[in-house]
C-alpha cells in the first residue's frame, strides 16, 4: 500500500492554500503534517479523502482503501457505543467488534447510549471506527482532541499496531503520538497570494 501526492495545489472557498506539494507514504509508515491553523492541513486531509478536488496535481490512493477521520465523531446519539459500532462495520463488511471494543477500552460503555458518553469517550469511539474499517490508509486530523493523556497513549498505541501490521498514516496533530514517522511542515508549500483588481482600481491580494 502506497499513498502519493504530485504536484498538488488545493483551495478552500475559492482561496488557493498550497501548492506545488509532493510526497509519498508508503505501507507501515506514518507522515505527521505541522504548520499553523489555516494554512491548509484539513483541506489537504479533505482532498486525499477524495471529499473535494484539487485545484492542480494528483493524488494517487484507491479510495476504497481510505478511512477518514475529521473532528466530529460521527457518532448516533441514541444508538448505544456497541450499536453505532456495529452499524459502521455493516457498512464496511461486518468486521467484528469484540476485539475493538476491547482495544479501544469501551467493553465497559458497549450497552451506554452514545449520547450519555464524555467528550472523550466519544472521541475513543468515533476513532475506534476506524478500526472497523479494515482500511490500510488513516486520514487523521486532531485525532487526539478530548482525549486525556491515558487515552492518547493508548490511541498511540493503537496507531503502532496499525503501522506495524502495513498501515499508512498521515495525521494532522500538534501533540507527540509517540510515531516513528516523519513530519512534514506545509509552510513552504504556501500559495502564493493572488492578486486581483478591486472595483476601485487598486490592487488586492488574496490567499
Do not use: C
Not at 66 to 77: C, E, I, S, W
Not at 139 to 163: I, K, Y
Not at 175 to 183: K, M, V
Amino acid at each position: 500500500m502506497r499513498i502519493s501526492v504530485t504536484d498538488l495545489a488545493i483551495a478552500r472557498g475559492g482561496v488557493p492554500l498550497l501548492e506545488g506539494l509532493t510526497f509519498a507514504v508508503s505501507a507501515g509508515e506514518a507522515l505527521v503534517l505541522r504548520g499553523p491553523n489555516g494554512l491548509g492541513k484539513t483541506t489537504l486531509l479533505r482532498t486525499l479523502a477524495g471529499l473535494q478536488l484539487p485545484l492542480a496535481g494528483t493524488v494517487s490512493v484507491p479510495p476504497e482503501t481510505v478511512a477518514y477521520a475529521a473532528h466530529a465523531d460521527g457518532l448516533k446519539a441514541q444508538l448505544t457505543v456497541a450499536e453505532n459500532l456495529a452499524f459502521w462495520a455493516a457498512v464496511h463488511g461486518g468486521l467484528a467488534i469484540a476485539p475493538v471494543l476491547k482495544e479501544m477500552q469501551l467493553g465497559a460503555l458497549s450497552e451506554r447510549r452514545a449520547a450519555e458518553l464524555s467528550a472523550g469517550q466519544k472521541r475513543r469511539l468515533g476513532l475506534a471506527r476506524l478500526l472497523v474499517t479494515g482500511r490500510p490508509v488513516w486520514l487523521l486530523d486532531e485525532p487526539t482532541v478530548s482525549l486525556d493523556a491515558a487515552s492518547v497513549a493508548l490511541f498511540g498505541e493503537v496507531m503502532r499496531r496499525h503501522l506495524g501490521g502495513g498501515g499508512v498514516a498521515i495525521v494532522a496533530t500538534h501533540i507527540d503520538l509517540g510515531l516513528q514517522g516523519r513530519e512534514l511542515d506545509l509552510q513552504p508549500w504556501r500559495a502564493k497570494p493572488t492578486v486581483v483588481l478591486g472595483r476601485d482600481g487598486f490592487a488586492e491580494a488574496l490567499g
